[in-house]
């Protein structure tokens, strides 16, 4: 079992999950050249990135990407976007992407899960009444895709975590994010301190969380393969 995985830059790679998976990762860099494929491995997990989804012409592997995951949401494979990627997602199977008109959300914010996320086969080890998630973007998909399940909502933006099909998730937040990484955001964007102090601060919590999440994804594409 291998998964592809998109990553769009240098400063927003696997993170944590690069351990919490348990499976090989083929990771492809397009902004370094390397051709985006035509098909996944068994899983694909799309990574974020400061990029719009729709700045083609800035990043001409966009396209490409969006069709990999139409192409992979559309065979039933499991796929995971994160951030940007769950962005890309939205837009390449039908939902709209656009400038957050509530601003930049970024540092630590608590989500909630809808009721679809009880039996929901990603996000259903870890439901309870609210979870804390590492934020940082600034576009917002503002409706999704034809028969995508909300699963997850917030108060500044409400698609936080949605479902297409049986085997293809989007999530707005970062549950791959090390606090290195998300400090290494913060000054790349000049931003308060404070606000890389306070996801290192809820660290343990942010890993309690999200691991099992990477973890079941992983056993998804496992199951899948057989």
Do not use: N
């Not at 499976?23 to 050249?33: A, E, K, N, Q």
């Not at 990043?59 to 969006?66: D, G, N, Q, S």
């Not at 699963?151 to 606090?179: D, N």
């Amino acid at each position: 079992m291998r998964i592809t995985v998109i990553e769009h830059e240098a400063d927003a790679p696997l993170g944590y999950f690069a351990a919490w998976l348990g499976l090989p990762c083929d990771v492809i860099r397009p902004y370094l050249g390397e051709p985006v494929p035509e098909h996944a491995a068994d899983g694909l997990i799309v990574l974020g990135g400061e990029m719009a989804a729709w700045e083609d012409e800035r990043c001409p592997w966009l396209p490409a990407t969006r069709a990999l995951i139409r192409r992979s949401v559309a065979g039933g494979l499991p796929v995971l976007g994160i951030c940007l990627g769950a962005q890309l997602m939205a837009l390449a199977c039908g939902g709209t992407v656009e400038r957050g008109a509530a601003g930049v959300e970024v540092g630590t914010c608590a989500l909630t899960f809808l009721p679809a996320a009880q039996d929901d086969p990603l996000l259903s080890p870890v439901v309870r009444a609210e979870a804390v998630a590492a934020q940082f973007h600034g576009d917002a998909m503002t409706s999704l895709p034809e028969g995508a399940t909300l699963l997850m909502t917030g108060e500044r933006y409400p698609h936080q975590a949605f479902r297409l099909g049986e085997r293809a998730w989007g999530v707005q937040f970062h549950p791959e994010v090390t606090p290195e990484i998300f400090a290494g955001w913060i000054a790349a964007t000049g931003r308060d301190p404070a606000l890389a102090a306070e996801v290192k601060a809820a660290d343990a919590d942010l890993v309690a969380t999200w691991r099992p999440v990477a973890e079941a994804f992983a056993g998804i594409v496992r199951t899948t393969g057989r």
